[in-house]
């Protein structure tokens, strides 16, 4: 199946930062999803990335708040921009993995706490 | 719209069965079943389509009823490494890669 490296695996911020996570992986992907999970939750999809465009966000969720970026098939980051302490959460990225049925595989994922 | 799960935890002693449900108001085109331990990334189990099948690999399986919308994973024989978040995740539409994860089953086994 496929790998996909996360980074960073947590962190703790200042309110008022921005923090990108970034998701590589080992094989050329269509589109790459972000998650969040927020603590005892389920997940809940950001934003779904294809190369070459601009992300599509759900309900929600706004660009100007997590910017994405998927510069080539097998990268792709997620910015969470001027935090707050309600987006102190596990953030996880995820690809369609043909190698398993189609199922998908996800990231390590990062916990970010907000300050 | 959320699919619903059911129960929202169980407690078992190794070697008991357990059924988890899913359900959703929406016709599904398929059913994701994945589990995630604590502190860890969830990890697939299996996917149903459209069209009622059932499917398993040791001794955890699922079934999908097309008609009424729900899936149902069951896990047999249980064991200790069986403990975990158990999701279902449901797509409406075939090919739009758009999960939405139900709110999760707590599956606890005890020695």
């Known amino acids: 199946s496929a790998v996909i490296s996360q980074k960073p695996s947590r962190d703790i911020c200042q309110r008022g930062t921005s923090l990108t996570i970034q998701c590589q992986v080992d094989s050329q992907v269509t589109m790459m999803f972000w998650y969040r999970q927020q603590p005892g939750q389920s997940l809940t999809l950001i934003a779904t990335?294809?190369?070459?465009?601009?992300?599509?966000?759900e309900s929600g969720f706004v660009i100007d708040k997590f910017p994405i970026s998927r510069p080539n098939l097998t990268f792709s980051t997620l910015t969470v921009s001027n935090m707050s302490p309600e987006d102190s959460s596990i953030y996880l990225c995820?690809?369609?993995?043909?190698?398993?049925?189609?199922?998908?595989?996800f990231g390590s994922g990062t916990r970010l706490t907000v300050v | 719209q959320q699919p619903v799960q059911s129960p929202q935890a169980v407690i078992l002693r190794e070697g008991e069965d357990a059924v988890i449900n899913c359900s959703s108001s929406k016709a599904l085109y398929s059913v994701h079943w994945y589990r995630q331990k604590h502190g860890e990334a969830p990890v697939f189990l299996m996917i149903?389509?459209?069209?009622?099948e059932q499917k398993g690999h040791d001794k955890i399986s699922a079934s999908f009823n097309e008609k009424k919308q729900q899936s149902s994973l069951y896990l047999t024989a249980s064991q200790l490494s069986y403990s975990g978040t158990y999701f279902c995740g449901t797509e409406a539409i075939q090919g739009a890669q758009k999960l939405v994860f139900g709110q999760g089953t707590r599956l606890t086994i005890n020695p």
């Open positions: 990335a294809n190369q070459g465009s601009e992300a599509t966000y």
């Open positions: 149903l389509l459209k069209g009622g």
């Open positions: 995820s690809v369609l993995d043909r190698d398993t049925s189609y199922g998908y595989t």
